[in-house]
T-cell receptor
Framework: NAGVTQTPKFRILKIGQSMTLQCTQD?????MYWYRQDPGMGLKLIYY???????DKGEVPNGYNVSRSTTEDFPLRLELAAPSQTSVYFC????????????????FGEGSWLTVV | GENVEQHPSTLSVQEGDSAVIKCTYS??????FPWYKQELGKGPQLIID?????GEKKDQRIAVTLNKTAKHFSLHITETQPEDSAVYFC?????????????FGAGTRLFVKA
């Protein structure tokens, strides 16, 4: 298994440009997430999905959009890039909870470094 | 909603010494507490976790303790080695709309000096 794969690894955007961060997982996980990590800071949840066709906002969704047309893919779209979106973005996935168990391991991708200038 | 605080933000230890990272959470309904290690240029990876019905768990040189009454949990690394240098995140998982959500602490940057 490749796990969680994100592309691109690095990208420089100009203010106002748009782009899509791609994310795919081959573990058949129901849950998928997008986090951002600002320098020296923790992980902030942008959007998440509990299954194909279902998405929901996290803590910091403004300026982003997502879709989940398949179990495997969960792309993150930046429509009008702003300097405040300079960050490292992590896609992650997690299996559905087994009966009675209150949590499961989250598997992270390697990250996408985005700079908006 | 749930809030997780993590201390210290930076920790420097000598190789062979122990390192302790502490976290507190706000919502008593949280019932799963994972710890993740993030090496430079990589995504976080789970290193150990503990459920709310357990007070302590150990895996070789790392251990986690949980005090549900005080709502805090800690990561203990013994006999630290240079390869333990990384950023460590604690997290608390709570059930809400959309299933279980995981809230991360701000992270602790651990330096192990050889």
């Amino acid at each position: 298994n490749a796990g969680v794969t994100q592309t691109p690894k690095f990208r420089i955007l100009k203010i106002g440009q748009s782009m899509t961060l791609q994310c795919t997982q081959d573990m058949n996980h129901n849950y998928m997430y997008w986090y951002r990590q600002d320098p020296g800071m923790g992980l902030k949840l942008i959007y998440y999905s509990v299954g194909a066709g279902i998405t929901d906002k996290g803590e910091v969704p403004n300026g982003y959009n997502v879709s989940r047309s398949t179990t495997e893919d969960f792309p993150l779209r930046l429509e009008l890039a702003a300097p405040s979106q300079t960050s490292v973005y992590f896609c992650a996935s997690r299996p559905m909870e087994a009966g009675g168990f209150s949590g499961n391991t989250i598997y992270f991708g390697e990250g996408s470094w985005l700079t908006v200038v | 909603g749930e809030n997780v605080e993590q201390h210290p933000s930076t920790l420097s230890v000598q190789e062979g010494d122990s390192a302790v990272i502490k976290c507190t959470y706000s919502d008593s309904a949280s019932n799963y507490f994972p710890w993740y290690k993030q090496e430079l240029g990589k995504g976080p990876q789970l290193i150990i976790d503990i459920r709310s019905n357990v007070g302590e768990k150990k895996d070789q040189r790392i251990a986690v303790t949980l005090n549900k009454t005080a709502k805090h949990f800690s990561l203990h690394i013994t006999e630290t080695q240079p390869e333990d240098s990384a950023v460590y995140f604690c997290a608390a998982s709570i059930y809400g709309t959309g299933g279980f959500k995981t809230i991360f602490g701000a992270g602790t940057r651990l330096f192990v000096k050889a």
